[in-house]
């Protein structure tokens, strides 16, 4: 799966939000975030390009690092 690094995050309804932001974008279908460790990984239906992952996660406040 991949993973994409995020900084912001500081509760489990951060999490949520980032889970909710990904799996709206078209071809992921599984989210796994990790508060802890501040990432995320998801698996793909089809190839997702990573401005697209980027530009839905800073737009919900986050950094992708």
Not at 19 to 47: N, W
């Amino acid at each position: 799966m991949p993973t994409v690094k995020i900084s912001g995050m500081r509760c489990g309804h951060c999490t949520a939000s980032v889970s909710k932001a990904l799996t709206a974008i078209d071809g992921i279908t599984q989210v796994e975030v990790d508060l802890e460790q501040g990432e995320a990984r998801y698996a793909e239906s089809k190839p997702v390009p990573v401005e697209t992952i980027r530009a839905a996660i800073t737009k919900i406040g986050f950094e992708v690092g």
